[in-house]
């Protein structure tokens, strides 16, 4: 497997992101083949959509205003969570745990990094849809079938730091069984299923970077997945709470209090 990362520049709001991606591959003397997975950070995803919004816009809440107290926040920030959550679970100091879109993530994906001084990115919305229109745009102009992933930064719990995390895909499987398959001494699998999806979009994620690398866009040649023309949102991606070993036990816990 070989990747590539592709700079861009800064993507401005409501530019066409299957243009920047294939200018900025051409720029590079990169050209897109069969099977070629693109992995686009999501915040470009955003920017392309209008996801940006400014604090000093919106009014806070009460409600706001106590979030922000508890874990460190500007009250303005607290009530975007509060409108973008579907479910707040808790937090430390400067980040609240959230359920958005069928994934556990800090802020509701909100992030104030990479944007003008006084405004926040919001994560993408309607990302299914996004990434097969992408993906379609993508075949249309260059002929290609590709697969496409969006990715964005996630967390392991007591790990240090941020891995990748898939959001939406399209064009190849994200998950790939091993139940019921036999381990190397002939034992029959019971519960294993390897996250392809998370694998690829960490891989992709290290080469974006987290700070003012400018590339958001990752070109993976030669990947291991199986490649289909679905199209995967987070919510396929995402098991029962009662089934996840982290969830699960949260869930216990705070019946028993």
């Given at each position: ?15 066409d ?43 806070p ?54 944007a ?69 001494y002939?034992?029959r ?69």
């Amino acid at each position: 497997m070989r990747l590539y990362a592709v700079k861009t520049g800064i993507v401005k709001t409501d530019d066409d992101l299957v243009d920047v991606v294939l200018d900025s591959l051409k720029a590079q003397e990169l050209q897109l083949e069969d099977n070629d997975v693109l992995a686009l950070a999501s915040k470009v995803v955003s920017y392309s959509q209008g996801r940006l919004a400014r604090l000093s816009d919106i009014k806070p809440s009460e409600k706001a205003k106590e979030l922000a107290k508890r874990f460190s926040l500007r009250p303005e920030f607290a009530e975007f969570i509060l409108r973008e959550a579907d479910k707040i679970y808790g937090g430390v100091e400067r980040a609240v745990l959230t359920l958005k879109n069928g994934a556990l993530t800090p802020n509701a994906g909100i992030d104030n990094k990479n944007a003008s001084e006084g405004y926040v990115v919001l994560w993408p919305r309607d990302l299914k849809n996004w990434v097969k229109s992408f993906r379609e745009e993508i075949k249309l102009r260059t002929g290609k079938c590709v697969g496409v992933l969006v990715v964005d930064s996630g967390l392991v719990p007591l790990r240090i730091g941020t891995v990748g995390l898939a959001l939406a895909v399209a064009g190849f499987k994200p998950i790939r069984d091993h139940r019921n398959a036999s381990d190397l001494y002939g034992k029959r699998i019971v519960m294993t299923r390897h996250a392809v999806a998370d694998d690829l979009a960490s891989a992709a994620h290290l080469l974006m970077g987290e700070a003012a690398e400018g590339t958001p866009v990752v070109l993976v040649r030669n990947a291991p997945v199986e490649f289909d023309d679905g199209v995967y949102g987070a919510v396929d991606m995402m098991m029962p709470s009662g089934e996840c070993i982290f969830m699960g036990t949260l869930d216990s816990l705070s019946e028993r209090t």
